[in-house]
């Protein structure tokens, strides 16, 4: 914990830490407070089921990192790290006065094209923030600074849908105020950013090709050329859809399983949020500050078995009907709601144990001149398994109209699979349970 609270104390890591924590916290008050205007209709221009348009925006959010993210790592490697943020957040104001005219105009497509500049944004963000990491830390700092990178995003994460919630239920309707505090969290990112250390650029003679599609194969190509990294990647990109899998599906499961008020999906956002945050510190206080995956097993299993606990917790959730059930009521409605709130904090801890080794891993053994590009070959292929994550639960929910318990079982077992596979992938690794990163 010393070595945690002294990294924040740090020049070197704190405007970093704070800027990425207002960036996440914008992104996620954001998209919470448009996932709840589609839900509960505070919005009369939607002309397409509910699940539909939360699955499309999620989908939104995520395709500029499958379009832009090669260049993106590209520009990062090339240009000065901490003026490029600087930029990026500025950027970002830009785009919540955009999504601020959308609430205030009650404009579903104009909300819709700021959410896809908010990915656009997230997309050249990305390859910055984890590629200044390993130049910022020392070795035996990295496991440290990941975990409370992604601590500090889950806390994000949780404010944030927090927030957004609770913005959206207090002002009744009233869209103006949730347009001053993006707008207000964006300005906080900007101010942060000023205090970002200048940082050396790795390869200054890089030449940009702005062919998006081009310059994605060739990332892609090279970091299929180095097997352990290009696994690494698979796993940090199973975590996101499986990850946008069950957020995604948390408004309308509150809404129809569980009969409650947007509160209560706050409520179960905030569970997951702190469980995410709690494993990162477990992770790193467990597996010890050298870059290690022996964490990863356990974040695994846990993703498989506490999916199924949560889809039988649903099947005893009585039926309900009159009005939505409030955040006050929820403690009061019997043990089946206790046992979804406690599914999904454990679901949150097991993605903290599994992500943190595979990004600090990432990191690690990336070559430092392609640091960043990395980072991109990782976000292109995060965004393929989000995009596939929308797009599988569009067809199960909204083309076959499967109940989202299966959808849920289903994803269960995939995570299982594909676990399995990754974990026999790096087996090698596995028999020395300390890599370290000095050698």
């Known amino acids: 914990m010393n070595k945690n609270e002294h990294l924040l104390g740090t020049r070197r890591f704190l405007p970093m830490f704070l800027t990425q924590f207002f960036g996440a916290l914008n992104d996620n008050v954001y998209k919470q407070a448009l996932l709840l205007v589609i839900t509960y209709g505070l919005i009369q221009q939607q002309a397409l089921p509910i699940s539909t348009l939360n699955n499309l925006a999620a989908l939104l959010f995520i395709l500029p990192y499958f379009i832009f993210s090669a260049t993106a790592g ?47 944004h997230s997309t050249f963000f990305g390859p910055i923030k984890y590629a200044i990491l390993p130049e910022i830390l020392k070795p035996n700092e990295l496991m440290s600074g990941n975990a409370l990178f992604q601590s500090g995003t889950s806390m994000a994460i949780l404010f944030g849908m927090i927030l957004g919630g609770a913005v959206i239920a207090s002002s009744h309707g009233n869209l103006t105020w949730i347009s001053l505090t993006v707008l207000t969290i964006a300005v906080l990112g900007y101010l942060s950013s000023r205090f970002i250390l200048k940082q050396n ?13 081009r310059t994605s194969y060739q990332t892609m190509k090279y970091a299929k050329s180095l097997p ?24 309308q499961m509150t809404q129809q399983n569980l009969h409650a008020s947007e509160n209560v999906v706050s409520l179960l956002l905030t569970f997951f949020s702190v469980g995410v945050g709690v494993g990162s510190l477990l992770c790193r206080k467990i597996g010890g500050s050298q ?74 053994y990336s070559p430092r001149s392609h640091r960043a590009r990395v980072v991109a070959a990782n976000n292109i292929l995060n965004a393929v398994f989000m995009v596939s994550s929308a797009i599988f639960s569009i067809i199960i929910l909204s083309i076959l109209k499967i109940d989202i318990k299966i959808l849920f079982c289903i994803t269960a077992v995939l995570s299982a699979i594909f676990c399995i596979w990754l974990l026999i992938r790096i087996k090698p690794l596995l028999k020395t349970s300390q890599v370290s990163l000095e050698d």
């Not at 785009?95 to 105009?105: A, E, H, K, P």
């Not at 005893?316 to 006050?328: E, R």
Request: charged share 10%.
């Open 74 to 120: 590209q520009i990062a490697d090339k240009f000065e790290r901490s003026q490029l943020v600087r930029g990026i957040k500025i950027l970002e104001i830009i785009i919540m006065l955009i999504g601020s005219i959308g609430f205030i105009t009650g404009h579903l497509w104009l909300l819709l094209l700021a959410l896809f500049m908010m990915g656009t």
């Open 201 to 213: 650029v790795t390869t200054p003679d890089l030449k940009i090709d702005w062919n998006f599609f």
């Open 228 to 251: 352990l990294i290009f696994t690494i990647l698979l796993g940090n990109s199973w975590y996101w859809f499986y990850g946008a899998t069950y957020l995604t599906q948390i408004p």
């Open 291 to 364: 870059v290690n995956i022996k964490m990863v097993p356990i974040g695994a299993v846990g993703l498989t078995v506490f999916a199924l606990y949560l889809a039988a917790s649903l099947s005893f959730v009585p039926t309900h009907t009159g009005p939505l059930i409030t955040l006050s009521e929820v403690f009061h409605q019997g043990w089946s709601y206790y046992h979804v709130m406690i599914a999904v904090t454990l679901l949150g801890i097991s993605g903290g144990f599994y992500i943190v080794p595979l990004y600090a891993m990432m990191q690690a």
